[in-house]
T-cell receptor
Framework: AQTVTQSQPEMSVQEAETVTLSCTYD???????LFWYKQPPSRQMILVIR??????QNATENRFSVNFQKAAKSFSLKISDSQLGDTAMYFC????????????FGQGTILTVHP | GAGVSQSPSNKVTEKGKDVELRCDPI?????LYWYRQSLGQGLEFLIY????????KSGLPSDRFSAERTGGSVSTLTIQRTQQEDSAVYLC????????????????FGPGTRLLVL
């Protein structure tokens, strides 16, 4: 079974600074997908960024980028120029490439951006 | 377009009562998922529907939980004889499965239903 671990229960950062959230996972599959979701107090889970394991290039979405290290099974999220609206719970998630099914989530990291 | 919607937003019930939670997926999305988010267990997969295939029920915690999806669209999650440990946020997600693909789709989530069992 796959497992996803987020070792940072809480993080804080000053507005306009950069912060990195950590995620590691364990799987025996060679093809899979990794995601970062953001959950603000409204409860709505919002996709931040996704990475296909077969792609060597790290995904980027505006201020958000990942550092995907397949051999180390590591998938960290870097948020540049942090904004107050980035304050939320962030979840790392894994989905195997051999099925259409479930996401396996990490425990989440609460990120607070301070003015 | 419209996102995934869920109703009710909040539900308070008494222990032993049955509850029904509704999910309306994004139009055209063929796959639908239910997850549960609780303080003690984090985010857990419950059940997955894809087209006309038999659902993947592997995440349902007990036989008190069931779900159906009518007409390939709206889904209802039913919890019978609710217990206090059922208190959680129930999240629904939907996705568009690429034909012949390897499951490249992204799941889009609704706002969830917060269930409180007294």
């Amino acid at each position: 079974a796959q497992t996803v671990t987020q070792s940072q229960p809480e993080m804080s950062v000053q507005e306009a600074e950069t912060v990195t959230l950590s995620c590691t996972y364990d799987t025996s599959e060679s093809n899979y997908y990794l995601f970062w979701y953001k959950q603000p107090p409204s409860r709505q889970m919002i996709l931040v960024i996704r990475q296909e394991a077969y792609k060597q290039q790290n995904a980027t979405e505006n201020r958000f980028s990942v550092n995907f290290q397949k051999a180390a099974k590591s998938f960290s999220l870097k948020i540049s120029d942090s904004q107050l609206g980035d304050t939320a719970m962030y979840f790392c998630a894994f989905r195997g490439g051999t099925s259409y099914g479930k996401l396996t989530f990490g425990q989440g990291t609460i990120l607070t951006v301070h003015p | 377009g419209a996102g995934v919607s869920q109703s009710p937003s909040n539900k308070v019930t008494e222990k032993g009562k049955d509850v029904e939670l509704r999910c309306d997926p994004i139009s055209g999305h063929t796959a639908l998922y239910w997850y549960r988010q609780s303080l003690g267990q984090g985010l857990e997969f419950l059940i997955y529907f894809q087209g006309n295939s038999a659902p993947d029920k592997s995440g349902l915690p007990s036989d008190r939980f069931s779900a159906e999806r009518t007409g390939g669209s709206v889904s209802t999650l039913t919890i019978q004889r609710t217990q206090q440990e059922d208190s959680a946020v129930y999240l629904c997600a939907s996705s568009l499965v690429a034909s012949g693909g390897l499951g490249q789709e992204t799941q889009y989530f609704g706002p969830g239903t917060r269930l409180l069992v007294l």
